[in-house]
């Protein structure tokens, strides 16, 4: 009797201590994004051209992204800090990643997997819009589905993203800079000069 009253009261301190480790890890998060969002934004949208919109991804595109940046084979662009960024914010992503363990990118990307992605408003010329759809469509489409405005475990939102960003994305990798999917590169090597242009402007033709 003593000794099952024992067993209860241990499996009781176990749940206990269950929900304070869950409320510890919600807390963390926060800590965890705080530094992102800085450059991100809230909710992982913010107003810098150069700074790519992330609330909404997939966790396992994100989780792939990050450890990119951290085994930097990614490219880490400098940014410019914006203005209201926490003080002595890293200055680009390689940076901002370097000190997070495994566990918190999980959780840093399990907590924008719930967020919304939100489309830029941007200044896009219709007629080179339509043209890049129909470059999309051809050559895009088989993977970045509906003008790649879904979020999923394989690639970034291409929709409503940042033209600047896509555009150096293109660009970096054309050059071999940032690894891309097999299967992916003979599309790419498809567009010339105007058609990474018109292509851009099509996502950002997405409202
Ligand atoms: C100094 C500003 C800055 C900070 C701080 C920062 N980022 Fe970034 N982030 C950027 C820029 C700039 C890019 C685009 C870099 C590039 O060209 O690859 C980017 C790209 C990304 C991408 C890739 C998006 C895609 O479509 O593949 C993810 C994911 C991301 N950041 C998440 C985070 C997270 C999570 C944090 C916090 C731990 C963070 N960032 C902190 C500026 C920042
Ligand atoms: C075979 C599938 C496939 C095809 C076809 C394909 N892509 Fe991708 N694309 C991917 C994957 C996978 C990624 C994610 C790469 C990574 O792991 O970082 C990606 C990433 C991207 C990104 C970066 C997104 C981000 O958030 O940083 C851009 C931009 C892009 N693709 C543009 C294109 C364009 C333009 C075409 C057509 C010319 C194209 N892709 C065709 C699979 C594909």
Request: hydrophobic share 35%; proline share 4%.
């Given at each position: ?51 790519p919109?992330?609330?909404?991804y997939s966790?396992e595109y994100m989780?792939g992204a ?74 895009c489409e088989k993977c970045h589905s509906e003008g790649g405005s879904e979020a999923s475990d394989d690639s970034g939102v291409l929709a409503?993203q940042?033209?600047?960003?896509l555009?150096?994305q293109?660009?970096?990798f054309?050059?071999?800079?940032r690894p891309m999917a097999?299967k992916m ?18 996502y950002?033709?997405?409202?």
């Open positions: 009797m003593m000794k099952n009253y024992t067993g209860y009261a241990l499996l009781a301190a176990g749940a206990l201590f269950g929900i304070s480790v869950a409320t510890g890890a919600s807390a963390d998060v926060n800590k965890l994004t705080e530094s992102c969002t800085g450059c991100h934004g809230k909710g992982g949208s913010s107003t810098e051209a150069a700074i919109n992330i609330g909404g966790a989780k990050l450890k990119l940046y951290k085994t930097k084979e990614r490219p880490c662009p400098e940014v410019k800090i914006p203005a209201g960024a926490k003080k002595g914010s890293k200055s680009d992503m390689c940076q901002a990643v370097k000190d997070l363990s495994d566990a918190d990118i999980k959780q840093i990307a399990e907590s924008y997997a719930e967020q919304k992605f939100v489309r830029t408003p941007q200044k896009f010329d219709p007629a080179l819009a339509k043209k890049g759809k129909g470059l999309h469509d051809k050559l409503g940042k033209m600047a960003y555009e150096e293109i660009k970096f054309t050059e071999g800079k097999k590169k003979p599309k790419l090597e498809e567009l010339d000069k105007a058609g990474v242009e018109a292509i851009v402007h099509y950002g033709s997405f409202k």
